[in-house]
């Protein structure tokens, strides 16, 4: 697993700000205030008042503060490294959340994900050795690969939820339980009645509920076996060199395929989740993606040479 990212500064100024959209003025002038340099200076000045007991430190600390807070937030390369700084402490949120989607996995599980990693890593090792004029298609085709990768991990955290919910559910037990309820005993008030007969209403959204389930562990798993061969077949292709252009479109395809496998679980979620579920009986949402990817426009064929 990919290490994470720290801050090289022991902690960024925009920790505990909002994630993943352009910093605003305020935010900038937030991380101006909060800079180290410019709090040790608040306090240098703070000290020296009280050693020399005399208020014109913190007076003139405080007119030199308003001039620094008035230019610096606007100063471009200030805002650059404000950027930086988000961007790392993305960095840093988006490899915690997939340490904890990859810790979640039972070990047979963590070995698939690992075997998939190599591969990618396989590719990126053999594209490497491509001229600098390559490197702009080599550097789309690591971004793909990250993404697919981080995909590939949801699917299989989305997969092991499904598995975990058909292990602890017995269908034939839900089957039996209606035909009980189903036989009405002579004697029954109307109220019983009525209540059996939301029982059975109930029961039966229980065996849709599984049978939804199981067919999308099979969707998922199907996804995923297809993204193994894909990125297997793409490994092979970069051992003899072959056009990274082309490669990428691969890429972007099975993009596209799994982006939709995604939405099509997360549709059959929400139908549920519209539903009354019942307490005990429910799975956990798909893992979201750390960065927003736009849906795929059109049904993707699944890329095979």
């Not at 699917?155 to 039996?176: V, W």
């Not at 990274?244 to 995604?262: A, D, K």
Request: net charge neutral; charged share 25%.
């Amino acid at each position: 697993m990919s290490d994470a990212i720290g801050d090289p500064r022991g902690g960024s100024p925009l920790s505990g700000s909002g994630q993943g959209s352009e910093p605003g003025p305020s935010a900038f002038l937030k991380a101006a205030f909060k800079w180290q340099y410019n709090l040790i200076a608040l306090g240098g000045a703070a000290a020296f008042a009280v050693l020399s007991g005399s208020g014109l430190p913190l007076i003139l600390a405080a007119g030199v503060e308003l001039i620094y807070l008035s230019v610096i937030p606007h100063n471009k390369r200030f805002q650059r490294l404000v950027r930086s700084w988000q961007y790392a402490e993305e960095k840093k949120q988006h490899n915690l959340k997939i340490s904890e989607m990859f810790q979640q996995l039972p070990p047979e599980t963590r070995l698939r994900y690992v075997e998939v990693e190599k591969v990618c890593k396989a590719v990126r090792a053999n594209y490497g050795w491509l001229s600098a004029t390559s490197q702009m298609l080599v550097s789309q085709m690591e971004e793909r690969l990250r993404g697919l990768l981080d995909a590939y991990l949801r699917l299989l955290c989305a997969g092991q939820q499904h598995i975990d919910y058909l292990r602890t559910t017995n269908p034939d037990a839900i089957k039996r339980e209606i035909a009980q309820l189903q036989q009405k005993p002579a004697g029954q008030s109307p109220k019983v009645q009525e209540i059996n007969e939301q029982r059975i209403g109930i029961l039966n959204k229980r065996l849709e509920k599984f049978g939804k389930i199981r067919e999308n562990r099979q969707v998922i798993e199907a996804q995923c076996a297809a993204m193994e061969d894909v990125l297997q077949l793409i490994r092979d292709q970069s051992v003899t060199m072959r056009d990274p252009q082309q490669v990428s479109g691969q890429l972007e395809s099975l993009m596209q395929n799994v982006e939709q496998t995604e939405e099509t679980v997360r549709q059959v979620e929400s139908i549920f989740d519209a539903a009354a579920p019942e307490q005990g009986d429910t799975l956990a949402p798909l893992p979201e993606a750390v960065s927003e990817v736009s849906p795929a426009q059109s049904t993707a064929r699944r890329v095979r040479n």
